[in-house]
């Protein structure tokens, strides 16, 4: 193996060593000319500047630090990261892709966007048509509850689910008593978030059957401030709504229905 030497001068500043391995290949290394000195210590740290004119290849590590803290590029560990400041504890506006493939963004110190394998994650919501909290959306969510008429009921479905849209809320239910006490009357609970208050929800029944009363004319709306809902219905023909607050559910009785309401 031979190695070639170059020293500055008799202090050892500047000192250029190349060490060749046996190989039949040339290796070419071009220092930078006066208007782009570079220093490096014994531990290979860069302490002068580098100016590079055409493409930079780098195969390994590289680290590139201001002596100011802002605006540099940290090349190795486990990611690649872009940062303008070095304040401690934590890194300020930095854009961070790791080795998993993933990439990160934050701001203030604070992860605000990162991509992951099943999509994105965002944290603080996604301002849409403006920067304000109008325009912003922060929250998506989907899930399932249990829907009951109380006492001690049993079911042969208690089925709900839900998606979360911000403030929205939209909910589905297939629900069939098996067996009830008397205490089952016209309200189903259990609604996973609590509504706004002020005007009613207005939901829709898209079918029914085995209830205690025959309608000609079912609806039903999700109570304001609260995390239920109340039917209503006609047994005849009325201008008004003729049924409230009476019994309608009943052993065997089934009811699919939806709901968009608004939570606080």
């Known amino acids: 193996m031979a190695k070639v030497k170059i020293q500055g001068n008799a202090s050892g500043t500047g000192i250029l060593t190349v060490t060749a391995p046996n190989t039949s290949t040339d290796r070419t290394i071009t220092l930078p000319d006066a208007t782009g000195t570079l220093f490096t210590d014994a531990g290979g740290t860069m302490t002068g500047a580098l100016t590079v004119s055409s493409d930079l290849n780098v195969n390994g590590e590289m680290n590139l630090t201001n002596s100011s803290g802002i605006n540099y590029i940290d090349f190795g560990g486990s990611s690649l990261k872009f940062r303008n400041d070095n304040s401690t504890p934590a890194y300020e506006d930095m854009l961070i892709l790791t080795k998993d493939g993933s990439v990160e963004a934050t701001h203030n110190g604070s992860k605000k966007f990162e991509t992951t394998a099943t999509g994105i994650a965002v944290t603080g919501g996604v301002a849409i048509g403006g920067t304000g909290a109008a325009n912003t959306l922060?929250?998506?969510?989907?899930?399932?509850?249990?829907?009951?008429?109380?006492?001690?009921?049993t079911y042969t479905n208690q089925n709900g689910s839900y998606t979360k849209v911000g403030r929205l809320v939209t909910v589905k239910i297939n629900f069939q008593v098996n067996a009830i006490n008397s205490s089952g009357k016209n309200i189903i609970y259990g609604l996973p978030f609590t509504s706004t208050s002020g005007a009613a929800h207005v939901g829709s029944v898209g079918y029914y059957s085995g209830l205690s009363v025959s309608p000609t004319w079912i609806g039903c709306y999700g109570d304001a401030n609260n995390t239920q809902i109340t039917f209503i219905w006609n047994t005849g023909n009325s201008l008004t709504i003729g049924a409230n607050g009476q019994n309608l559910f009943q052993n065997s009785a089934r009811i699919d229905l939806s709901l968009t309401y608004q939570t606080t």
């Open 138 to 153: 922060d929250d998506y969510e989907e899930g399932t509850f249990t829907p009951n008429v109380g006492g001690d009921a």
